[in-house]
């Protein structure tokens, strides 16, 4: 481990400095040095990350710090900044980073989970990046505003302004010494109690909040064009062919209240029945859209299924009929296996590793069942009953020497392990890391890429250094409570991740939201889906060599968030929505602010398109880049603007519409050749449907309430409360332990950032999930990398990840 | 000419040289401090320990291009041989050079229709080719 820093009191200080007039003159001068050129270490774990990024762009501009110079390797870095949540596969790296900085080298722990683990209490994240490495300054927040973090900058440079370290490393003691940082809690508690107007957080000005409510428009019924989804005509019950072709008594249907066709045969018989789902019917079910499993062991309300200890649940979407059928797998004993389907999908190959890992349900005939989002050597299956949920209940996380090596050899790769050949034809392969420390990565992936001199060969990717355990997380939170883990899902879409989660619970409640919550959600999820596809354009230009666009377009996400953040308070995760409608009715002034950004955003995407669509580096570097076919995204669970690039006008939006869109007018845009540069045209097109979206919205903002009556809606209607004790006592337990969601299975999936993002959620009449399936877009997409990417360069293999458009905890959840 | 001019100003430079780099390697050596933990001189790769060594067997087609890198480069050398004495030579230095460069060209023109000089990734050429294959 490395030394702690011994902190001298004021006193000693002023004796140290008194010793030599001269020495300390040349320190201060080095001191000096120090504090006004510190280099930052580009290293980002999660979400905070994206707040630290921000910080260099142009509304915040660390620049004028001098701490605009980020470094991408640790030996040029003077500052690492653990941005993030430190996840127990990572923590080694991160030691390991830390130890190939060169002296003399700070660290800011950078929010909650880089802090403490904060929300995260779960046993795939260390509780706070100092149980194995020395932190000088810690900045609270969830993600700290880029504001908080300039702050803790600026602390952390005051402090190495006033330290003593030795000249040499050959002369005298060493060790720095500094004066004690005092804690911000305390320095600013007098000057916080002073303050009694509080600032508004919503940029709405001080007339429009004074003045009186507007008179309600008139212009507030009956929208706009009703756009019905395309059906599929005729097409056979998928259940109903099962039972002709495999023997009416061996599928026994099961009814859910998402409305979805769920069969359930045997473990002998599944192959043959998802066979005949994707090529042997009519409109045929040809995506393998998710599979995961159930712990049955411990729920009560069952009846109506076969007895079962674990189930897999094999989800499939036919994108002709725009409709799901579910198939279900009953298995039983302590580690029960069924017949491995990785020849059926290619996709499912990765599920059916992911389901092993969390369940330890083996499949017979699978290829390389290995794990997939816990390291290798954990012990036990995270998503079963009996595995520890929290990080407090297992053993305190540490990193000893012995324990440091181990970590860091399991994570050498091994060529042979993974059926690699080390060279052909007399030329030797080199083995690269790409990740999961890397500018190109964009988060915490590993891909391990066979390289011939600079051709791909082939791709290893390594995934779980992500892994916040949100599934598990699920079976623990409330309902209520489970909402502010949805935002962190996929950390760039904000409020649209509790889109699909909620939708769910309120099928499960037959919660009718009403029309104004609905357009609320709908316009805030179109403002965070512009926000999303902004990150990416301005990363991707970024990838392939654009290096000023990035710029450009974060200040265009700043002022996207000042219309958020004036109606849900928060910047990345306001966690806005709520069970039955959003938290708050809009704020005066709200449409004032959009309508200004609808007004100049226009201009700016066509300057974007000159500046990058229209480049011709820009073009070079990505047409005919990463293509595939539109059979290849079927086949691997491709979806959203991937599948789009294809040709295949497939939009969640507008084919299985939710929470009102199908009231609005907007175009779905494709591609034709499915590589990377389509993959950027539709996002580019899709952001300006995203603003005809968001123009209905301004226009016909329906009227009334913005929360369900319902009694399981949260919070709980305060005008109910104050009646009688009962009614006092319902009320509390509506907001202690918050709703009891009757018994039942839903889905619900929605048009997402990155593609289709649904939340599969079991009840098992409690007050919170027994089972929550997340199923993300990124997944499928990160694993469908080295199908892509063979035969391609190095270089190429960055301008594919960018185009791609992940986020690595949609992927590892 | 008469005498050669006197060395020890050459003499004085190359001391001052030898001392003011010998003065930078030895004060950052010596200044400063420094720490060796147990993974802070294993090479860099995204935090995770490399698999084997940089020395690699590379492809034949790295070793073509840096001999063709080579061969231009000496045709280069040779050429302000001939141009120093291209007076001198007359018509008949020109003719040969010139049946030099044109050697030279021809062999770049058959290398560059049999492809020794395509570097780029093999997926883009095999789609290229299709294409082709399609237009035709």
Request: aromatic share 10%.
């Amino acid at each position: 481990m490395p030394p702690t820093i011994p902190s001298l009191a004021p006193e000693a200080m002023a004796e140290t400095v008194r010793r030599s007039v001269l020495v300390a003159r040349l320190q201060d001068l080095l001191a000096w040095g120090r504090k006004n050129s510190m280099w930052p270490y580009g290293f980002g774990l999660s979400c905070c990350f994206v707040e630290m990024a921000t910080s260099l762009t142009s509304k915040f501009d660390i620049a004028r710090f001098g701490a605009e110079v980020i470094r991408g390797s640790p030996r040029q870095a003077d500052v690492m900044i653990v941005a993030g949540t430190v996840f127990r596969k990572m923590a080694p790296i991160v030691r390991e980073l830390y130890e190939q900085m060169m002296e003399p080298r700070w660290v800011i722990s950078m929010g909650s989970c880089a802090n403490s683990g904060g929300m995260y209490d779960i046993y795939s994240v260390v509780q706070g990046v100092d149980k194995f490495m020395p932190v000088d300054v810690y900045i609270p927040g969830c993600p700290p505003r880029p504001d908080a973090f300039m702050e803790g900058l600026l602390l952390l440079r005051n402090a190495v302004g006033s330290e003593r370290r030795p000249l040499s490393w050959v002369v005298g003691p060493q060790g720095a010494y500094r004066l004690e940082l005092p804690a911000q809690r305390e320095a600013k508690r007098v000057a916080r109690q002073r303050v009694t107007t509080l600032a508004r957080p919503d940029a709405v000005s001080a007339a429009e909040a004074e003045a009186p409510p507007a008179p309600p428009s008139t212009a507030v019924t009956a929208p706009r064009v009703t756009v019905a989804p395309p059906r599929a005509g005729e097409a056979p019950d998928p259940i109903a062919a099962l039972q002709e072709a495999l023997g009416a008594e061996t599928v026994q249907v099961q009814a859910t209240c998402d409305g979805i066709p769920t069969a359930w045969v045997s473990a002998a018989r599944v192959a043959d029945a998802l066979q005949l789902l994707k090529s042997g019917l009519p409109a045929p079910y040809r995506m393998l859209y998710d599979l995961s499993a159930i712990d049955e062991r411990w729920r009560r309300n069952r009846a109506d299924q076969p007895p079962s200890d674990f189930t897999l649940v094999y989800q499939l979407l036919s994108l002709e009929r725009n409709a799901y059928v579910r198939v279900k797998v009953a298995l039983t004993g302590e580690h029960p296996t069924a017949p491995s389907i990785a020849r059926l999908w290619p996709n499912a190959n990765v599920y059916e590793r992911e389901v092993w890992d969390m369940f330890g349900v083996g499949f017979d005939g699978h290829p390389c069942l290995r794990r997939i989002l816990m390291p290798e050597g954990w012990v036990g299956h995270p998503l079963r009953k009996e595995h520890p949920a929290r990080a407090t209940e297992m053993e305190p996380y540490r990193l000893p020497d012995d324990l440091f090596d181990e970590a860091l050899e399991r994570l050498r790769f091994k060529p042979e392990a993974w059926g690699l050949k080390r060279g052909r034809d007399g030329t030797d392969f080199m083995f690269l890391n790409i990740g999961p420390q890397h500018p190109g990565t964009h988060g915490v992936l590993r891909l391990i890429v066979q390289l011939d001199g600079e051709e791909i060969v082939d791709v290893v990717p390594d995934i779980g250094f992500h892994h916040r355990g949100a599934e598990k997380m699920a079976e623990r939170q409330s309902w209520h409570t489970f909402i502010p883990y949805t935002d962190r899902i996929e950390y760039l879409g904000g409020v649209m991740n509790n889109l699909p989660y909620l939708l769910a619970v309120e099928k499960l409640a037959g919660i009718e939201v009403p029309p104004r919550a609905q357009t609320i959600r709908v316009m805030l999820c179109e403002l965070f889906r512009l926000a999303s596809h902004l990150v990416w354009y301005g990363t991707f230009a970024q990838d392939v060599g654009a290096l000023s666009p990035v710029f450009y377009m974060f200040t265009d996400r700043e002022r996207i968030f000042g219309i958020t953040e004036a109606i849900t308070g928060g910047r990345m995760h306001p966690s806005w929505f709520r069970i039955g409608g959003v938290a708050a009715d809009l704020p005066r002034g709200w449409d004032r602010m959009l309508r200004e950004f609808l007004r100049t955003m226009p201009q700016r995407l066509a300057e974007y398109d000159r500046l990058v669509m229209r480049n011709r580096i820009f073009q070079a570097r990505t047409r005919g880049v990463g293509d595939y076919t539109r059979d290849e995204a079927i086949d691997w669970g491709v979806t959203g603007p991937g599948l789009r690039a294809c040709g295949l006008a497939w939009d969640a939006r507008r084919r299985m519409p939710y929470s009102g869109y199908e009231q609005f007018d907007f175009e779905i845009p494709t591609g034709t050749h499915g590589d990377a540069y389509d993959r950027a045209v539709v996002r580019v097109a899709e952001m300006r449907q995203s603003l005809r979206i968001l123009e209905q919205c301004l226009a016909w903002m329906p009227e009334g309430a913005y929360t369900s009556s319902h009694p399981h809606a949260t919070p709980p209607v305060r005008e109910r409360m104050l009646h009688d004790i009962e009614t006092l006592i319902t009320h509390f337990l509506s907001v202690s332990w918050g709703p009891v969601i009757p018994a039942g299975e839903a889905f619900v999936g929605i048009e997402a950032t990155k593609g289709n993002n649904g939340y599969y959620l079991i009840s098992d009449d409690g007050t919170g999930a027994y089972r929550a399936r997340i199923r993300t877009p990124s997944f499928p997409h990160v694993l469908m990398v080295p199908h892509i990417a063979r035969g391609w360069m190095v270089a190429d293999l960055l301008a594919i990840l960018g185009s791609i458009d992940f986020v690595l905890s949609d992927v590892d959840r | 000419m008469n005498g050669s001019p006197p060395l020890w100003p050459l003499a004085l430079y190359a001391a001052g040289v030898l001392a003011l780099v010998a003065f930078m390697i030895g004060a950052s050596h010596v200044l400063g401090q420094r720490h060796r933990e147990r993974v802070t001189h294993v090479p860099y790769e995204s935090g995770i320990p490399p698999v084997g060594t940089a020395r690699l067997r590379l492809a034949a087609r790295y070793y073509l291009l840096a001999i063709l890198f080579v061969v231009f480069d000496l045709e280069a050398v040779l050429l302000m041989g001939w141009a120093v004495a291209a007076r001198e030579t007359g018509w008949a230095g020109f003719a040969a050079a010139l049946v030099f460069v044109l050697l030279l060209l021809v062999a770049l023109a058959y290398l560059w229709r049999s492809g020794a000089l395509e570097a780029g990734p093999s997926r883009g050429r095999r789609r290229d080719r299709a294409r082709d294959a399609g237009a035709r």
